[in-house]
C-alpha cells in the first residue's frame, strides 16, 4: 500500500514541476512579446512627419540675429531654409518691421509666419490685439499699467504722435505698392494683420498684463 501512495506522490510533484516551468515559460514569452506590441502600437498611431521649404526674407541688423537662431533650428529639425528660389513652399517666414515679406508671403499665395517683436506700424501687439490707452502703455513712454489721468493723457498723446509719423512718412510708401499689386480696395494693414502665425519674440514675464490672441506664441529669450 505504501509503494503505490509514494507513486502518486511523486507523480504529482513531477507534474507540478512541469507546470510551474510552463509558467515561468510563458511568461518570458509574455515579458517579450509586450515590448514589441507596444512599439508596433506606437508605429501605427504616429503620424509621418516630413521636412517642408521654408522661404525666409530677414531683416538686416539686430533682427537678423534673432532669425539666425530660427533658422539654425529648422535645419535642425530637417527643414530647407532658403532666401529665394523657384521652388515651391510650405511658408513664408519674415519679420514685419518692413513689408517686403509680408508682400512677398501674399503675392505667393503661402502661409505667413511672423518672427516678429516690432511691426512697421507699432510694437507687434497695437498692430494684431487690442491695446486699451487706459492700461497698456506705449513703448518709450516710460508708464505702467497704473496711470494717473495724467499719465494716461500722455500716453494719450505718445500714441497720436506714433499715428502721425505713420500716417505722413510711412504709409505713403505702403499704401501705393498696395493698390498696384493687390488691388485698389486693398488695405496694407489688413495684410500684416492676416498673418497666421504671429511668434513674438517675448514673453509676459516682462509684460504688463494685456489682450492677446490665439495665434501669438510666446518665445522666451529673444530680443
Avoid at 512627419?49 to 539666425?68: A, Q, R, T, Y
Avoid at 519674415?94 to 512697421?120: C, E, K, M, Q, S
Wanted: with cysteine; hydrophobic share 45%; aromatic share 12%.
Amino acid at each position: 500500500m505504501y509503494p503505490e501512495h509514494h507513486q502518486v506522490v511523486l507523480g504529482t510533484s513531477a507534474v507540478l514541476r512541469v507546470t510551474f516551468v510552463d509558467l515561468q515559460s510563458t511568461e518570458k514569452q509574455i515579458l517579450t512579446i509586450c515590448p514589441l506590441l507596444t512599439l508596433a502600437v506606437l508605429l501605427c498611431s504616429s503620424s509621418p512627419v516630413s521636412g517642408g521649404k521654408v522661404l525666409v526674407f530677414p531683416v538686416d541688423g539686430s533682427h537678423w540675429v534673432n532669425m539666425n537662431i530660427i533658422i539654425k533650428e529648422l535645419h535642425i529639425r530637417g527643414h530647407e531654409v532658403t532666401k529665394l528660389s523657384e521652388a515651391e513652399f510650405a511658408l513664408v517666414l519674415t519679420d514685419p518691421a518692413f513689408g517686403g515679406g509680408v508682400f512677398l508671403g501674399h503675392r505667393l499665395g503661402l502661409p505667413l509666419v511672423f518672427n516678429v517683436r516690432w511691426a512697421i506700424q507699432s510694437e507687434g501687439h497695437n498692430v494684431i490685439a487690442p491695446s486699451p490707452l487706459s492700461y497698456i502703455p506705449i513703448p518709450g513712454s516710460e508708464l505702467t499699467d497704473k496711470m494717473t489721468f495724467k499719465q494716461r493723457v500722455k500716453n494719450f498723446l505718445i500714441y497720436v504722435i506714433t499715428c502721425i509719423q505713420f500716417w505722413y512718412i510711412i504709409e505713403p510708401n505702403y499704401k501705393p505698392f498696395a493698390h498696384r499689386y493687390f488691388g485698389k480696395d486693398v488695405n496694407y494693414m489688413e495684410l500684416f494683420q492676416a498673418a497666421d502665425v504671429w511668434l513674438m519674440r517675448n514673453d509676459f514675464t516682462f509684460e504688463f498684463p494685456r489682450p492677446t490672441t490665439p495665434n501669438i506664441v510666446y518665445m522666451s529669450g529673444f530680443q
